[in-house]
């Protein structure tokens, strides 16, 4: 079943599924208190937390996605569809053994702290197996378009936050000593977390989200030169942060002034991103936006928040402070509210291509609108965001009761969105004779049949 220069990858919705369950899971630990703001940033609990989001989460949700999408920004299909599911299987059990590291290293649990470097290495196996896949694909695709580009650097992005985490284990476990010292450690973990929230998560959201708004906004593409003069700033961002900040460390100085030069890059990229989105929505034909473009336009104003908040807390000295209130936000406002919109389109546009795509022209289908319903879906969007931004603030002000309120509002809605996804999936709102025309078959509620 052709889709504009691919086909339906068996796996994305289970790979959807998977990470709605990691997300779930995050919020009711953010509800019930387990990691920060209840718990020091950097201790045990903390990195169980983080690791659930950045991993189950929000690189789970963007490796099935690049899989269903790199092929159409590229025109060209993926390098191998049987690489999908050994890879969210290694990616998951890698991801349950680190995190029972990690609890094995606070002593919530009598286990063996060797596990950290098991479930680093599985998880280096499950990056590399998705890397190899989409670097192949985007490699007989050359000359890559623009958005694919980013794509590109995201994926050697998640190589070297792979790489750094993995010595990261090791160290934590005791296999290595830890690399010159607590100071040079803390500033590791710094671009630890660049590579991972700004190259390969942020980056290639970006890639991705220019085809997707063009597509769905039916929006003349952004000009190729604007956005690889994006694309070079925020390369160039990566590099200063990484290469130079792997070398600041160690040389065993200048990791500040790198990192400050890697932020005024990075301001600049998200600058240009954003002159390029405006110029999207200017030039689109679909004049009554849906709903997935709507709050799509609340992750872009979370994102503008970013900016503006990092901005106030480098002014006023308090930006180690407050880091975990800025990680929040560029977590759960930008990130994940970007899916979260996404997803409420995709599974559906996914979804009418498996049911209705092989029927189409031979009887009568459903829109792809028809198989949601905005207006009911819609309450739990802006209860998700406002309790998101609630949740920000409540961490500014060290407000920790108050923040696993607006977490468990979070949480929610976030169900209530799944909920929505669930029923588009079981078209449930598909009216009458309608939702299953002659010759047409059931999707499968985990994965697509093609």
Request: charged share 10%; glycine share 10%.
């Amino acid at each position: 079943m052709a889709m504009m220069g691919g086909n339906l990858s068996r796996w994305t919705i289970s790979y959807f599924a998977v990470a709605i369950a990691w997300l779930l899971a995050a919020e009711v630990l953010m509800v019930v208190g387990f990691g920060a703001p209840s718990a020091d940033v950097a201790s045990p609990d903390t990195l169980v937390l983080v690791h659930v989001v950045c991993i189950g989460w929000l690189s789970m949700a963007l490796c099935g996605a690049l899989f269903q999408f790199v092929p159409v920004l590229i025109a060209k299909p993926l390098f191998s569809e049987r690489w999908t599911l050994p890879a969210l299987l290694l990616l998951n059990a890698g991801l349950m053994a680190l995190l029972a590291g990690f609890l094995a290293l606070g002593g919530r649990i009598p286990w063996s702290v060797s596990l950290l470097p098991v479930g680093a290495i599985v998880l280096v196996a499950g990056f590399a197996a998705v890397s190899i896949n989409l670097g192949l694909t985007l490699w007989r695709a050359r000359p890559l378009p623009a958005p694919a580009r980013f794509v590109a650097v995201g994926v050697a992005c998640v190589c070297a936050t792979a790489a750094i985490g993995t010595v990261f284990a090791l160290a934590r476990s005791g296999r290595i000593a830890e690399p010159l010292g607590a100071d040079a450690l803390a500033s590791g973990v710094s671009i630890h977390a660049i590579a991972g929230l700004g190259g390969w998560l942020t980056l290639t959201a970006m890639g991705v989200s220019y085809r997707l708004l063009a597509m769905f906004m039916l929006a003349p593409d952004a000009d190729a030169r604007k956005i690889r003069a994006t694309l070079l700033a925020g390369a160039g961002t990566m590099a200063i942060a990484i290469a130079g900040g792997v070398f600041a460390v160690v040389a065993e100085g200048g990791i500040d002034a790198v990192l400050a030069l890697a932020a005024v890059a990075g301001l600049m990229t998200l600058g240009l991103y954003g002159r390029d989105v405006i110029a999207l929505f200017r030039g689109r034909k679909r004049r009554s936006l849906e709903l997935n473009i709507r709050m799509t336009v609340l992750s872009l104003v979370s994102l503008a928040a970013v900016v503006l908040l990092g901005g106030l807390l480098a002014a006023t000295g308090s930006f180690v402070r407050h880091i975990g209130a800025f990680a929040f936000l560029v977590a759960f406002g930008w990130l994940s509210g970007l899916i979260l919109a996404k997803l409420y389109k995709i599974v559906a546009f996914l979804t009418w291509l498996e049911v209705y795509g092989p029927v189409m022209g031979r009887t009568a289908t459903p829109r792809v609108q028809d198989l949601v319903v905005e207006r009911r879906a819609s309450k739990w969007f802006f209860i998700y965001f406002l309790a998101v931004w609630a949740a920000t603030a409540m961490l500014l002000v060290d407000a920790t009761l108050a923040f696993r309120t607006a977490a468990l509002a979070m949480t929610i809605a976030t169900a209530g969105i799944v909920h929505e996804l669930a029923r588009a999936r079981r078209l449930l709102d598909v009216a009458g004779a309608l939702r299953l025309p002659a010759g047409a078959i059931a999707p499968r509620l985990m994965s697509s049949r093609t």
